[in-house]
């Protein structure tokens, strides 16, 4: 049943993307970011993953929805370690920047792994995408250091959050988001 329903929200979804893409022109055409989401709107939605763009309401549930780092909302229950996020900023301020890449940064937490593996994988054999994860299925460590991480986000192109109710409570998730503005603001 459970299925069922996810399918239906997803058919939903896409026919409402439809819609509204007809009626205003595309709303996501603008953004690396929005043209990506429209292009796993139907590859995302029999796994009950919606994609979103904006600044959309707080998830209820077990929603999991894909949407830019940038419009993402969270209340993190506490602060990141200050060493990990100083590394992370080492990492963007060592990076050389690729133009022509394309690279996908994502952010989640541990909580939505399996959801983020989905997500992952659409963009990369979908897309053409290489998407940096901080986490991996079957490692309970992160895979790689924080200053690698922040140099793969100031090389990425398009910056996605997997936005949950456990991502909305991440220190690290609103971490990134910050960096996700201050990485625009660098690029401008």
């Not at 370690?81 to 080492?90: G, K, M, N, Q, V």
Request: charged share 25%.
């Amino acid at each position: 049943m459970d299925d069922i329903v996810r399918r239906v929200r997803g058919s939903v979804h896409l026919l409402m993307l439809l819609i509204t893409s007809f009626l205003l022109g595309s709303p996501v055409g603008s953004s690396p970011e929005g043209r990506v989401l429209h292009q796993l709107t139907s590859v995302l939605a029999p796994y009950g993953i919606e994609t979103r763009w904006g600044h959309p309401e707080e998830p209820q549930g077990d929603v999991v929805r894909l949407l830019p780092l940038d419009a993402f909302q969270g209340t993190p229950s506490f602060a990141a370690s200050p060493s990990w996020e100083d590394e992370f900023l080492d990492g963007m301020d060592e990076a050389v920047v690729l133009p022509n890449a394309k690279r996908a940064f994502l952010s989640f937490t541990e909580a939505d792994l399996e959801s983020a593996m989905v997500i992952k994988t659409a963009l990369e054999r979908q897309l053409g995408y290489d998407v940096f994860a901080y986490r991996s299925l079957g490692r309970s460590q992160p895979w790689t250091t924080p200053r690698r991480a922040g140099t793969y986000f100031a090389q990425a192109n398009v910056r996605l959050v997997v936005d949950t109710p456990a991502s909305r409570r991440s220190s690290g998730v609103a971490f990134e988001k910050r960096m996700a503005r201050l990485q625009s603001r660098r690029n401008s």
